[in-house]
């Protein structure tokens, strides 16, 4: 068995108006594979065709040339959604259910039995962190509620493969970390995952391969850590050192005949130090940082 769960040949997808005149070329001659058990990453700027790409792989359109196989199914095959969850960009949900009703009827669906479907759905719940408000209707759901209430009910088939459009977008950073937290978790339990997004940092965090997609074009696919290594550069991080520490070390460097292109402090990512302030605010309600103070790792 090929370990392939998706396999797209040479597809493109033409918009085209009530006339059948072609409007726009959203997608052109697009190839590629996910592999079983990856997180694949589709990212590219607004309009590039991913959103195209994630419903070519669904059936919910159909393409103007080319194939697409998926789950050892073509993509036109209904019977094959019943192994995969959808994430789709809007959300779509009934606004006057609550989180509960929402996974029942989505439960019943998918043909699961009552004892199946309860059970299921509060699993779901507790894990996307919304058992506080299971009972309130969605329409008074914040914009990351939402989000994870879409991403249980794309969960409750218990699917093989995961299609995530814009799974971060909305989302706090503490959101946001939990989102990619229980991205990791779908592919530990062995579940495939694509996910598509212009939030470079979320991709980088969680994907193993990524594919960058420009106005229906691939034009960069390859395994994130690859893509991103510089392998004629070595970094070294060391305790804080002195002048003369430092003259030393340029001097042993020189010895080797290596340049020293840059002595500095490291500087951490905003989303380190937002997600330690809100862990430190968290644990010591009333502390205020001065300015130019920061909280460490070992405070938060
Ligand atoms: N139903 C439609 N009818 C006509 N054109 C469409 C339709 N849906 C998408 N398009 C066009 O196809 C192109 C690709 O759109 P798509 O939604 O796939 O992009 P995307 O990469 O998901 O963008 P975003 O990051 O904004 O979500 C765009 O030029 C868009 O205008
Ligand atoms: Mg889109």
Redo the contacts with the bound molecule.
């Keep these: 068995m090929s370990d392939s769960v998706i396999e797209i040949r040479n597809l493109s997808k033409v918009?085209r108006d009530f006339w059948g005149r072609s409007?726009?070329k959203?997608l052109n001659s697009l190839s590629l594979d996910v592999k079983r058990g990856e997180i694949f990453g589709l990212l590219?700027p607004?309009?590039?065709?991913?959103?195209?790409t994630l419903k070519l792989l669904l059936g919910l359109l159909f393409p103007s040339e080319g194939q697409v196989r998926i789950l050892g199914q073509p993509a036109h095959d209904v019977e094959k959604n019943e192994r995969i969850g959808y994430l789709p960009?809007e959300s779509y949900l009934y606004r006057f259910l609550n989180a509960d009703e929402t996974l029942e009827f989505y439960g019943r669906l998918f043909k699961m039995s009552k004892a199946e479907r309860r059970k299921r759905s509060d699993e779901l719940i507790k894990r996307v962190g919304l058992d506080q408000a299971r009972r309130r209707q969605l329409k008074e759901y914040s914009k990351g509620m939402t989000r994870r209430i879409g991403l249980a009910q794309a969960l409750i088939n218990d699917p093989e493969l995961v299609l995530l459009d814009e799974p971060t977008s909305g989302l706090d950073p503490l959101g946001t970390r939990d989102m990619k937290d229980m991205i990791l978790k779908l592919r530990d339990e062995g579940k495939t995952v694509v996910m598509?997004s212009?939030l470079l940092a979320d991709v980088q965090d969680v994907c193993d391969r990524i594919a960058i997609l420009f106005r229906g074009e691939l034009k960069v696919i390859g395994n994130v850590q690859e893509l991103l290594s510089s392998n004629d550069e070595t970094q070294l991080l060391t305790s804080t050192l002195s002048e003369e520490a430092i003259r030393d070390v340029k001097e042993t460097l020189k010895k080797h005949g290596a340049d020293v292109k840059n002595i500095s402090h490291p500087t951490s990512t905003l989303e380190d130090l937002f997600l330690r302030t809100v862990a430190e605010s968290e644990a010591r309600p009333g502390r205020r940082f001065e300015p130019g103070e920061r909280p460490t790792s070992e405070s938060a």
């Design positions: 918009y409007k726009v959203a590219g607004n309009g590039s065709g991913k959103t195209t960009e598509c212009h």
